[in-house]
């Protein structure tokens, strides 16, 4: 089972961006659809973007039009890129492997701060 690990995380500014990345173990060329997932404290884990192979992309509505995901099936490593950051933005967020995630990273904080 491929290894997930995010990096990318720490302390943003409203309206600024931030960059994340999840470096897999293994390949995950075979691995169709990869997503990101955040959970702010107090709240359940949310569904924040997806991609799959076939280039078909999935937003929340509440990150969509400022948010860019990529899957680089080449190097194995899942990226994320949000703009215009918004306090609601600060949570832990998790890469997960899967349409119905079957492997998690361990998660990197995003704090935004107002």
């Known amino acids: 089972q491929v290894q997930l690990q995010e990096s990318g995380g720490g302390l943003m500014q409203t309206g600024g961006s931030l960059r994340l990345s999840c470096a897999a173990s293994?390949?995950?060329?075979?691995?169709?659809?990869m997503g990101w997932y955040r959970q702010a404290p107090g709240k359940e884990r949310e569904f924040v973007a997806s991609?799959?192979?076939?280039?078909?992309?999935l937003f929340a509505d509440s990150v969509r039009g400022r948010t860019i995901i990529s899957k680089d099936n080449k190097n194995n490593i899942l990226r994320l890129e949000m703009h215009d950051l918004r306090p609601e933005d600060s949570a832990v967020y998790y890469c997960?492997?899967?349409?119905?995630?079957?492997?998690w990273g361990q998660g990197t904080q995003v704090t935004v701060s107002s």
């Open positions: 293994g390949s995950i060329f075979s691995i169709n659809t």
């Open positions: 997960a492997a899967g349409e119905q995630p079957f492997s």
């Open positions: 991609i799959t192979n076939g280039g078909r992309l």
